[in-house]
T-cell receptor, first 111, second 111 residues
């Protein structure tokens, strides 16, 4: 295990639902990331947090809302999603080195 | 535009055989190039990290090479095992510590 956990591992939701993805890192890192991984496409960086402050938002639609209450926890709040938002959502963390440690991901299906 | 292209898109080999995965990039400048292994249903795990000045880096049966002149990297897997079946992702860290991901090569090792 990489020291980064994500829950739930699988999520099916309707377009009118509101749900949240959770990420927790046990590595003492100060940076956390949300990525979207769609089939046969490169990982897309969504959000970056450094010391709980959002430092990057890659033009992500407002139906995705991140929250970082402390440097160990990261949430992604979802509402009124579209079917094209179905993907694997990966959380990662890092410290000083360039290496990022990824969680196992949440497989999201939007009906 | 910074891009990372990987080939082949997918590959099937027999257990015990060697294989080489390719990564061509246009990212410039870059500080390091990484290869990740991603098992089905899991997050990516780092295999090798090379700085722009390194030519080769090994991790057990995995050997990564980097040719900065031709802007190519390869990942060579020796004596493949069934557990090598996974997606292999090439990633470059460019300006501003931004990561540029390839779409990955899906490797299947069969007995």
């Amino acid at each position: 295990e990489t020291g980064v956990t994500q829950t739930p591992r699988h999520l099916v939701m309707g377009m009118t639902n509101k749900k949240s993805l959770k990420c927790e890192q046990h590595l003492g890192h100060n940076a956390m990331y949300w990525y979207k991984q769609s089939a046969k496409k490169p990982l897309e960086l969504m959000f970056v947090y450094n010391f709980k402050e959002q430092t990057e938002n890659n033009s992500v639609p407002s139906r995705f809302s991140p929250e970082c209450p402390n440097s160990s926890h990261l949430f992604l709040h979802l509402h009124t999603l579209q079917p094209e938002d179905s993907a694997l959502y990966l959380c990662a963390s890092s410290q000083e080195s360039p290496e990022q440690f990824f969680g196992p991901g949440t497989r999201l299906t939007v009906l | 535009k910074n891009q990372v292209e990987q080939s082949p898109q997918s590959l099937i080999i027999l257990e015990g055989k060697n294989c080489t995965l390719q990564c061509n990039y246009t990212v410039s400048p870059f500080s390091n190039l990484r290869w990740y292994k991603q098992d089905t249903g899991r997050g990516p795990v780092s295999l090798t990290i090379m700085t722009f000045s390194e030519n080769t880096k090994s991790n057990g049966r995995y050997t990564a090479t980097l040719d900065a002149d031709t802007k190519q990297s390869s990942l060579h897997i020796t004596a493949s095992q069934l557990s090598d079946s996974a997606s292999y992702i090439c990633v470059l860290e460019g300006d501003g510590n931004k990561l540029v991901f390839g779409a990955g090569t899906i490797l299947r090792v069969k007995s």
